[in-house]
């Protein structure tokens, strides 16, 4: 076991991507212990063959793309500021209203920042509004993405722990817009603070025009909800939904056209390969570490060293903040989830529940360096150096892990919808 866990972490270590690192060492760890490799082969053929629900995940990052080209996402943005914008900090509340808007169509917060963060980075600074406030809003209300469904690490998840994707999707919602909530409170604080001036309040006739311009890319997530709670599609039914519902909607919108399809499909398989084969990778990892007994004996540590759940709760969210700074999100989820699932269950906490603390978990981890992809993909967008962006989240991370607290302690917040509903 120590050579998996050993040449693993010296790769990681060395900078080596992290789906070389999964394959790499479990091939060293087959190797050394005469264990044929067509076992990695068949592994990897089941973890991504033999998944249906794996399908969402490339659909939903191509969802993304296009209505990033197609003129979906200024739209959003512009309703979502004729609506909040006269409150103080208006521009800061449009930013984090419009990101729970699209994270109801693209699942991925680098989507929500790359294509979105643009749009509301141009607008606040236009507006007078500092950078270092503006860039802040932006990265943290980006990760509300994949909290508010469909969401791609709640696919991965659901997946992983072999519970229902629809669930989960459900499951996040409250909690997204419990952060959304938190965020607009903290923005009217600081606005307050820093002397922002009101902006007229958008009369009717505008806020009306806005949504009429709007409306059929803020249905998107009531088609994909509502089909998933009728019955009518599964997750990966209703990403390709999304897909043929976002190209409709930019060809009529006359923002994209036949040409740009072969780049927005490139696009595509460049953020979904890396997905694929870091799942890939890690079902061969996790294999090895199921035949090690490795959850078992984590298990068996918790309940010898840890008496209660929530010292059991706030020492797996201490774990995963900590994994969520160094290792990007998707390549956690596929090697922490078989390994923390039986402890959560030893300690009576719902599956699903858990999956919600994670992903906000590694969400958080967007934000702080050194990996912080959102912060990157800010510093491309907005040509500020990294670590001005850095220096300016802190507040919001604060806030996000206040967030994280209330949502791990008071499981209610997670599992009341999906309650009412009878799931």
Known sequence: MLELLGSFALMLVAGMPVSFCLVISSLFYLTINDISPIIAIQR??????DSFTLLSVPLF?????IMNSGGITERIFGFANKLVGHITGGLGHANILASIIFSGMSGTAIADTGGLGA??????????????????????SSIIGPIIPPSVPAVLFGVIAGVSVGKL???????????????????????????????????????????????????????????????????????????????????????IKLKDIPRLLKETGNNTVSV??????????????????????????????IDNQVVALLFINLLLLMVGMFMETISAITILTPVLLPVVITFGIDPIHFGIIMILNLMIG??????????????????????????????YIIVLSIVLMIITFVPEIVLMLPGLLGM
């Not at 990052?61 to 793309?65: D, P, Q, R, S």
């Not at 996790?286 to 090690?292: C, K, N, P, R, V």
């Not at 912060?375 to 670590?387: C, G, I, M, Q």
């Open 44 to 49: 990897v053929a089941m973890s991504i063959g």
């Open 61 to 65: 990052v191509l969802a993304g793309c």
């Open 119 to 140: 749009i509301e980075l141009k607008a606040m600074k236009d507006a007078g509004y500092d950078e270092d406030f503006s860039l802040a809003v932006t990265g943290a």
């Open 169 to 255: 999707f459900i499951a996040g919602i409250v909690p997204g817009l419990f952060m959304g909530l938190m965020m607009s409170a903290f923005v009217y604080i600081q606005s307050k603070r820093k002397g922002y001036k009101k902006t007229e309040r958008a009369r009717v006739k505008e806020i009306l025009q806005a949504f009429r311009k709007s409306f059929f890319a803020i249905l998107t997530p009531a088609i994909i909800i509502g089909g998933m709670l009728g019955g009518m599609f599964t997750p990966t039914e209703a990403a390709v939904i999304a897909v043929a519902y976002a190209l409709v909607l930019s060809f009529v919108y006359k923002e």
């Open 276 to 305: 694929m084969l870091i799942v890939a990778g890690a079902s061969i990892f996790g294999w090895i570490l199921t035949i090690e007994q490795v959850p078992q004996k984590i298990t068996y540590l918790f309940i010898n060293n």
């Open 366 to 395: 967007l934000l702080t360096p050194p990996v912080g992809m959102v912060l990157y993909v800010l510093s491309a967008v907005s040509n500020v150096p990294f670590e001005k962006i850095v220096k300016a989240i802190w507040p």
